[in-house]
């Protein structure tokens, strides 16, 4: 009768250089609900936020998106794969990353046409209007402040109105008012789309905020999480 | 937002790149087509001139000076032949037909020819106005003569001793211009054409009685005759006849023009050279533009791989770019060389000597084109495949 949960995860296990890097028994975030995902660097975050994109394959154990188990799709194709995550997941990265060679606007859409959606630039720009850049369409990113070009990397992440929202650091370097308006805004938006949301973070002013958390266990020997999502 | 856009948006983020890239592609092809072009129009020019005409019999000389001068009208005759020998060519089994040319004097510039009525037909010229040169001292402009002299039917002019400007002018013997001829585009253009008896007249002056006219009768000459075959035969036998003549040599103006282009083909081979070496710095060009560009890229890519572009796509694009960079070089190229040609054309026009066109289009540029296209998707393939395996988690790749 529900909808299926936007993510769920059941004995997941991931493995790099024959070495444990990240362990989930068992979590589900169902639709429309929101998480935060919180551990010491090296514990996985961003693995998980990667597995949960369907970027990196699931080596053991099963994760779902929207009730579609990833390594199924996996195996009907990169290319299966790769239309699912653009039109079901939306990804926050910790940086903007930005076309800069592109308008805030053409950001939006590039998204739209990249994913195999027609382009649809009354909702572009609605979505940048909610998100306070409607004068800014047509600026290119580097005439964007930093504030700016994240709220368009959110506004991207949106467009194409996916069914799960992951946020990888969305507060990092970002002072007590700046971090709490971001997550007001992630919050506020994935509940205008009915999209769940799973934010990833090791920052406690963002952890406080949400009901749900996935603790991920800090890892013996792990070092920094450079190299992690590979 | 469309491929063509996104495509276009990344050459515009580098314009320092794709802009030496354009210019290294325009300056290869600029080359090669004025070199194609010049090439293959004075061929075709060097050909419709000797059409009709399988040999060419003069006096014992340089042969591709005989043909030079007898087909072409570029260079000095080697000498005269009696005319005697022309009915005796046309006696001999094997020719069809024999034109004599009686040269020797000029009017500003343009050659007098001495010859026959049957000489207009081979040129496939016809009158625009007037009537054939019938009668001596009559003669008949080529279209290029009646413009540059401004001479039209019923003028008068005098010839002057020798084939350049300024030779002794034979006073008393003018010419009368009976007609003009339509252009042609061949040589017959920059030609005035008399009977032969003109010629004859105008160098021998009045005979005092009629055994000196029967002397001069005798010792008359022609400068070379045209000769064209009766069958394909001819060709194995009757050059070797006129060649054992003492007095004679023939001279075949496709052999002599196949190697006056080996002669001119060493230079022209090296600006084809120089041409193809451009292109291949181009693509060169093309491939260093986007291999540096890959490192700069990676996150970008990845993003469109995250944003769900298939390697496939991201493949295409890069290609893409390769090639609408050289695209834009090749059509700026192919105006280039032709602006060039043309403006050459114009600056030779006066001249004469080698009317040039840009406003031909060659069949055989399409083949330098083809070529240049192809070369900068292949410089292109390489790095356009190393950023297709851009895995897309590399967004995420640090934290």
């Known amino acids: 009768m529900s909808a299926p949960p936007a993510l769920s995860i059941e004995s997941l296990v991931h493995r790099r250089d024959g070495r444990t890097v990240l362990e989930v028994p068992r979590f589900e975030l169902p639709a429309g609900a929101r998480a935060v ?22 080596q053991a154990g099963r994760v779902s998106v929207a009730g579609t188990e990833l390594a199924a799709l996996a195996a009907r194709g990169a290319r299966a794969l790769d239309r699912f995550r653009a039109t079901r997941v939306g990804l926050v990265p910790q940086q903007p990353m930005l076309f800069g060679m592109l308008d805030a606007l053409d950001n939006l859409l590039v998204a739209r046409h990249l994913a195999g959606l027609p382009p649809d630039p009354g909702a572009a720009r609605e979505l940048l209007g909610r998100l306070g850049l409607a004068q800014l369409a047509h600026r290119r990113p580097r005439e964007l402040s930093r504030g700016q070009q994240q709220r368009v990397a959110l506004a991207r992440a949106l467009v194409n109105r996916p069914a799960l929202i992951l946020a990888d650091e969305p507060t990092a370097n970002l002072d007590d008012d700046q971090a709490a308006a971001a997550i007001e805004l992630l919050a506020g938006q994935a509940r205008a789309l009915g999209a769940a949301l799973l934010v990833a973070t090791h920052d406690a002013r963002v952890r406080a905020r949400f009901e749900t958390v996935l603790a991920l266990p800090a890892r013996a020997g792990a070092d920094a999480d450079s190299g992690e999502g590979r | 937002m469309s491929t063509a856009g996104l495509l276009l948006a990344s050459l515009r983020a580098r314009p ?68 005697a020998a022309v009915d005796e060519l046309r006696a001999m089994p094997g020719v069809a037909q024999a034109i004599p040319l009686a040269l020797g004097d000029s009017f500003r510039g343009f050659r007098i020819v001495g010859t026959e009525p049957a000489f207009v037909e081979l040129q496939r010229a016809r009158l625009a106005r007037g009537a054939p040169a019938d009668a001596p001292m009559r003669a008949v402009l080529g279209a290029d003569v009646a413009a540059a002299t401004g001479l039209d039917v019923g003028a008068r002019f005098a010839g002057t001793h020798g084939l350049a400007e300024g030779g002794a002018e034979h006073g008393e013997d003018a010419f009368t211009v009976s007609g003009v001829l339509a252009p042609t585009g061949g040589v017959v253009d920059r030609l005035i054409l008399t009977p032969l008896e ?11 009685d009629d055994e000196e006219r029967r002397e001069l009768e005798a010792s008359r000459e022609v400068t070379m005759v045209l000769v064209r075959y009766a069958t394909p035969l001819a060709a194995a036998t009757l050059p070797r006849r006129v060649d054992a003549s003492d007095r004679l040599q023939a001279a075949s103006p496709a052999l002599e023009a196949a190697r006056l282009f080996r002669l001119v083909g060493v230079g022209l081979d090296g600006a084809r050279a120089f041409g193809a070496l451009l292109l291949a710095m181009a693509a060169l060009s093309v491939f260093v533009a986007l291999f540096q560009a890959l490192s700069d890229r990676r996150r970008e890519l990845a993003l469109m791989r995250l944003l769900g572009a298939s390697p496939a796509r991201l493949f295409g694009l890069l290609v893409g770019e390769g090639l609408a960079t050289t695209a834009l070089g090749a059509a700026l190229g192919v105006a280039l060389g032709h602006g060039a040609v043309e403006l050459a054309g114009a600056w030779l026009a006066p001249r004469g000597e080698l009317p040039l066109t840009g406003r031909d289009f060659a069949t055989i540029e399409w083949a330098w084109i083809g070529g240049t296209l192809a ?21 995420l790749a640090d934290d």
């Open chain 1, 37 to 58: 995902l919180v551990g010491p660097s090296g514990s996985g975050k961003t693995t998980l936020l990667s597995l949960a994109a369907g970027l990196l394959p699931t």
């Open chain 2, 16 to 83: 320092g790149a794709t802009l030496l890239t354009v210019l290294l592609v325009a300056l290869g092809l600029a080359t090669a087509t004025i070199v194609t072009l010049a090439t293959t129009q004075l061929e075709a020019r060097l050909e419709r001139d000797a059409r009709g005409v399988d040999l060419v019999v003069g006096a014992k000389g340089s042969r591709l000076q005989l043909v030079l001068a007898g087909v072409w009208h570029l260079d000095v005759p080697p000498g005269n032949v009696p005319l």
């Open chain 2, 198 to 208: 003109s010629v004859w007249r105008v160098h021998e002056g009045e005979p005092a």
């Open chain 2, 375 to 395: 070369l900068g998707a292949l410089a292109a393939a390489v790095p356009a495949r190393l950023a297709a395996r851009t895995p897309p988690a590399d967004v």
